[in-house]
């Protein structure tokens, strides 16, 4: 369940260059480390916008424990994460494990009566992958999505971006008042 934002730093040369000066590991770290503190707002927007059934959905909202970069892309993760409360029935309400069916919220989903639908091992060459065929399941329906995330990061687009400039600009001073001590 993916939604993306995207953000460029375009206009301001002084920061671009100053970024381009730096190795990609001291780069990488001053970037990361202004876009995970940007995606703070839409954390809270999506735990204030999440559906409350048993409260598991808005407990494990939370930001990734890791920000990646991919070819100079920065990804910061931010959604039911869930790796503390397993579907084991211990806790509370039955201990629902929010990352398996917060998509299910987001996006809605179909009704499935009498079974679900069935899935085999590939035949044939190459790697054995399970495959989804027709069932005996029968629609009877649909459950309309309750956009939390999507919601979340529209309304804060606009901030996080400034966030993510501005986070910059200070890892950028921080980085250059640490060089300007240790040459003095």
Same mark, same amino acid.
């Given at each position: 369940?993916?939604?993306?934002?995207?953000?460029?730093?375009?206009?301001?040369?002084?920061?671009?260059?100053?970024?381009?000066?730096?190795?990609?590991?001291?780069?990488?770290?001053?970037?990361?480390?202004?876009?995970?503190?940007?995606? #703070?707002?839409?954390?809270?927007?999506?735990?204030?916008?999440?559906?409350?059934?048993?409260?598991?959905?808005?407990?494990?909202?939370?930001? #990734?424990?890791?920000?990646?970069?991919?070819?100079?892309?920065?990804?910061?993760?931010?959604? @039911?994460?869930?790796?503390?409360?397993?579907?084991?029935?211990? +806790?509370?309400?039955?201990?629902?494990? @929010?990352?398996?069916?917060?998509?299910?919220?987001?996006?809605?989903?179909? *009704?499935?009566? !009498? #079974?679900?639908?069935?899935? !085999?091992?590939?035949? #044939?060459? +190459?790697?054995? !992958?399970?495959?989804?065929?027709?069932?005996?399941?029968?629609?009877?329906?649909?459950?309309?999505?309750?956009?939390?995330?999507?919601?979340?990061?529209?309304?804060?687009?606009? !901030?996080?971006?400034?966030?993510?400039?501005?986070? *910059?600009?200070?890892?950028?001073?921080?980085?250059?008042?640490?060089?300007?001590?240790?040459?003095?």
């Amino acid at each position: 369940m993916p939604f993306g934002l995207k953000v460029r730093v375009m206009g301001d040369y002084e920061l671009i260059g100053s970024l381009a000066e730096l190795e990609q590991k001291v780069r990488n770290s001053i970037v990361r480390s202004a876009a995970r503190k940007a995606m #703070g707002p839409v954390k809270k927007a999506a735990i204030a916008a999440a559906p409350e059934d048993s409260g598991a959905l808005k407990r494990n909202i939370k930001k #990734g424990p890791s920000v990646k970069t991919y070819h100079g892309a920065v990804s910061v993760l931010v959604g @039911a994460i869930d790796y503390k409360e397993p579907y084991n029935g211990s +806790g509370p309400k039955g201990g629902r494990n @929010a990352g398996n069916y917060a998509h299910l919220v987001e996006l809605g989903h179909a *009704i499935v009566a !009498r #079974g679900s639908l069935k899935t !085999r091992m590939s035949r #044939g060459r +190459g790697p054995k !992958r399970i495959i989804q065929i027709k069932g005996t399941g029968l629609t009877m329906g649909w459950v309309a999505a309750r956009p939390f995330l999507k919601k979340a990061l529209q309304l804060n687009e606009s !901030r996080v971006k400034t966030m993510i400039e501005d986070g *910059i600009r200070k890892g950028l001073e921080k980085h250059f008042d640490k060089l300007g001590k240790g040459k003095g």
